[in-house]
Nanobody, 126 residues
Framework: QLQLVESGGGSVQPGGSLRLSCGAS??????????MGWFRQAPGKEREGVSWISSGGESTNYADSVKGRFTISRDNAKNTVYLQMNGLKPEDTGIYYCAASAWSRAGLNSASYNYWGQGTQVTVSS
């Protein structure tokens, strides 16, 4: 079974930056065949899609709320996916989850993702 673990969360002031990482843990499972996505959930709100990247890294997309500020990337040789977050806003606060899908058109639809990490907390406040 594919296992994912997130890291890199923390507390920053508005305008600050964080880089989240997501890696495969347990066994020697490779991420080469999976679309990878980042999702987030704020207290009292539904989980929302943030960004996704194709299995080979050729295609990416972002929620309108983070376009121009966040960048998703991956290094399949390291079995790692990243989310660089710049210009953070208080509205970005929440738990960020990494997810994997075998469907090439998973996009930002959380129902299309089969494997999930446990999340990492991101807090943006002054």
């Amino acid at each position: 079974q594919l296992q994912l673990v997130e890291s890199g969360g923390g507390s920053v002031q508005p305008g600050g930056s964080l880089r989240l990482s997501c890696g495969a843990s347990g066994g020697t499972f490779a991420l080469d065949f999976y679309v990878m996505g980042w999702f987030r959930q704020a207290p009292g709100k539904e989980r929302e899609g943030v960004s996704w990247i194709s299995s080979g890294g050729e295609s990416t997309n972002y929620a309108d709320s983070v376009k121009g500020r966040f960048t998703i990337s991956r290094d399949n040789a390291k079995n790692t996916v990243y989310l660089q977050m710049n210009g953070l806003k208080p509205e970005d606060t929440g738990i960020y989850y990494c997810a994997a899908s075998a469907w090439s058109r998973a996009g930002l639809n959380s129902a299309s993702y089969n494997y999930w990490g446990q999340g990492t907390q991101v807090t943006v406040s002054s």
